[in-house]
């Protein structure tokens, strides 16, 4: 599984870390895990989801 942060899964989805974090806080998608530093981390199945939503 790749893992990415916001930013990356933003550009790979084709939208910006504000419409992650929108969707994230409605449900629409998963918490996101975090890293040892509070990163968010997203993978492949993350992306497929943004783009359905989008």
């Not at 504000?18 to 993978?43: D, N, Q, V, W």
Request: without cysteine.
């Amino acid at each position: 599984m790749t893992t990415r942060t916001i930013g990356e899964l933003a550009d790979a989805a084709g939208v910006t870390a504000k419409t992650i974090r929108f969707h994230e806080e409605k449900g629409m998608l998963p918490p996101a895990r975090r890293s040892g530093s509070g990163y968010r981390l997203y993978g492949d199945a993350d992306i497929r989801r943004l783009r359905l939503i989008r």
